[in-house]
Structures are given as structure tokens and as C-alpha cells.
């Protein structure tokens, strides 16, 4: 490991040296690279170096206590603190040293569906859409609707939208999945406990430049927008519905009121959408790996479970159940979000996935 992060040291002196040079930014796309490279190395240098510092203090603390004798007690507990920290720092560079998804700095895209239960179900998907909502602004990110569809009762048939943030994927790639809710729906008047189901998929957001997709490939239809009930009709055919004809997947946008930035929109989807089924391609075929336990989450695996009634919101891929269920609805989730993380860390240090 020392050898592997005295290469990267090596790497990121050569990097800020670099940067000094009075031609650094003749060719800006480069220069961009450089400095993205900088600042990825930056914290596994830095941890490095306290590592490097730490060893020194303990040998200097070992050399002084035959020299020193009056000062053994001060200077072993100078040798135990250095050796603690360093300790430390040996399993946080492990962790820093990981394979890093290389989506995890991408905008999401996030598709959530009523799933079983009907009514109950939509209701669900919206409380899980205004919880991802309320997720995002504590961060400071923005949502941007792709699409949209209410029911009668204000609940979500479907809702597609784009949360723009820096290291979105990497905070929200936990949530696809099968999300399980047990309470008493607003539509029941006998108080009696329904499950229902929503369903939420998570993209990271590519470019369709990123994918290869063949114009031939796509057909593109256009239709009127409109909101929930019919209303706020749109009276120009602005929104897109693109269908990918190899593959059967349909795309749709509707909330941007020109077709042209619909459009835009919708090919960013598509393009997400065949990124992920490339990605499950290769892990199939290629690394024929079993898939993780905390993954990314496939869509018809049921991944938590909303009780109400006990006010606990249980994550059954780590076994963690956290109480407050308000207050993850209402957008704290980083207990869960770091627990899935640290979880997924440790699986691949279990593996021994040092990059």
C-alpha cells in the first residue's frame, strides 16, 4: 500500500507543479483534467502525509525514551496517540484507495412509480417525491421535472426528474429499489394498516454524446402536455415521447414548454436508461461477479420498509432500522445514505477491491 500511495503522491507533486506554470491554461479542456486530478488526489495525499508523520513521531519517540530515560512516560504516551492516529489513518486510506464509480460526481435521474396497492400507492409515491425533494434542497441542489402524472387524489402515477448537485449519484445510488410502506391510507375510513408499494430507479445522467445512439434507432412523437385532471393544457404539441426501437424502451418529457428542449431532455434519459443496461451487460458478462448485497439496486428488489404505525423506517439490505419517520420523510436521510455507504465500503474492502 505505501508503494501504491507514494506513486500517487509522486503523481499529484507533478500535478501542482503543473499548475504553477505560466501556460497552464493554453488549452483549457486540459488544463480542467489536470486540475479534476489535482483535487481527486488531494485527500489521499494529505492522509498520507499525517500517515508518514505519525511513523515519524513514533520513531523519534522510541529513539528519545534510551536517551531520555527521565521522560519515558511522557514520550510513551507520545508513541501510543502517534500510533492510534496512524491506525486510523491506515483504515481510512484503505477506503480512500477503493475503486471510485466513476458516475459518482454526475446529476441523478430519478424515476418514481405508484407500485401495488393502487390509490394508497400513487399517495406514496408522492410522499417518497416530495422526501427526495426535500433531500435535495438541504443539500443544495435543484430538481428539474422531466414528467410528471398526478392522480385524482394528488398522488403520483409517475414522476421523472433530474437533481442537479455535485456528487448527486453518489449519495442517491442506494435508493433504486422497491420501497414498502405500512400505514393507514388517507382513503381508508375503518383505520385499518394497508401495505402498498412505490418503486424508485436512479440513473446517473449522461449526455447522449456519452452513448452510442443511432438516429435510426429512435422514433420521436410529440403530444400536448397537460397537468393533473387535464388541466394547464399546453395548446401546441410540445412534449416528447421517444421510443428506442431496438431495445422497446419509451422515453417522455413534458415539463419545458419548447419541443426542442423536451426533446433535449428526453434523449439524456434514454441515453441514462441504456447506459444502465449496458452496465448490467458487462457485470454479467464480463465480471460474472456476484452482484453486491447493498448494489445500486435492481428495480424489483425490495430494498426498505416505511412502518407508520411503529414510526421505524428499516433499510433490509444492512438490516438498519432508524426511528423519527417523520423526519426521514421530511428529507434527513443521511443516517441511512452514510450507513449504506459505509456499508458498501466495507464489502469491497472484504473483497479486497483496492484500486
Request: hydrophobic share 35%; charged share 30%; glycine share 8%.
Given at each position: ?100 464509480d466513476p458516475n459518482d460526481g ?123 385532471g387535464g388541466q394547464h393544457i ?122
Amino acid at each position: 500500500m505505501e508503494e501504491k500511495l507514494t506513486l500517487l503522491e509522486n503523481k499529484y507533486d507533478e500535478l501542482c507543479a503543473r499548475s504553477e506554470q505560466p501556460d497552464f491554461y493554453a488549452d483549457p479542456k486540459l488544463a480542467a483534467r489536470y486540475l479534476r486530478e489535482q483535487r481527486e488526489l488531494e485527500p489521499v495525499v494529505k492522509a498520507f502525509r499525517t500517515w508518514k508523520q505519525a511513523g515519524a513521531t513514533m520513531d523519534e519517540a522510541l529513539a528519545m525514551m534510551g536517551e531520555e530515560p527521565e521522560m519515558k512516560e511522557f514520550l510513551q504516551d507520545e508513541y501510543q496517540t502517534a500510533k492510534k492516529e496512524r491506525e486510523a489513518l491506515e483504515d481510512e486510506l484503505r477506503i480512500l484507495l477503493l475503486p471510485k464509480d466513476p458516475n459518482d460526481g454526475k446529476n441523478v435521474i430519478v424515476e418514481i412509480r405508484g407500485g401495488v396497492g393502487g390509490e394508497e400507492s400513487a399517495l406514496f409515491a408522492h410522499s417518497l417525491f416530495r422526501m427526495y425533494s426535500m433531500y435535495a434542497a438541504s443539500k443544495g441542489w435543484t430538481v428539474e421535472l422531466l414528467n410528471y402524472s398526478e392522480t385524482e387524489l394528488g398522488g403520483v402515477k409517475e414522476a421523472d426528474f433530474v437533481i442537479d448537485g455535485a456528487g448527486a449519484y453518489s449519495r442517491m445510488k442506494f435508493e433504486s429499489g422497491v420501497h414498502r410502506v405500512q400505514r393507514v391510507p388517507e382513503t381508508e375510513s375503518g383505520g385499518r394498516i394497508h401495505t402498498s408499494t412505490a418503486t424508485v430507479a436512479v440513473l446517473p445522467e449522461m449526455e447522449a454524446a456519452e452513448v452510442d445512439i443511432r438516429p435510426e434507432d429512435v422514433e420521436m412523437q410529440v403530444y400536448r402536455s397537460s397537468g393533473a385532471g387535464g388541466q394547464h393544457i399546453n395548446k401546441t404539441s410540445s412534449a416528447v415521447r421517444l421510443i428506442h426501437k431496438p431495445t422497446g424502451i419509451v422515453v417522455a418529457c413534458q415539463e419545458e414548454r419548447s419541443q426542442f428542449q423536451n426533446r433535449e431532455k428526453a434523449m439524456s434519459m434514454l441515453a441514462s436508461k441504456l447506459y444502465e443496461i449496458e452496465q448490467e451487460r458487462i457485470e454479467g458478462e464480463v465480471t460474472g461477479a456476484r452482484r453486491s448485497q447493498i448494489g445500486s439496486g435492481m428495480r424489483n428488489e425490495k430494498i426498505r420498509t416505511y412502518n407508520f404505525p411503529q414510526d421505524r423506517v428499516t433499510d433490509h439490505r444492512i438490516g438498519l432500522t432508524l426511528h423519527n419517520i417523520q423526519g426521514f420523510m421530511d428529507g434527513n436521510l443521511d443516517a441511512m445514505i452514510d450507513a449504506l455507504t459505509n456499508a458498501a465500503q466495507a464489502e469491497k474492502l472484504g473483497k479486497g477491491e483496492e484500486a
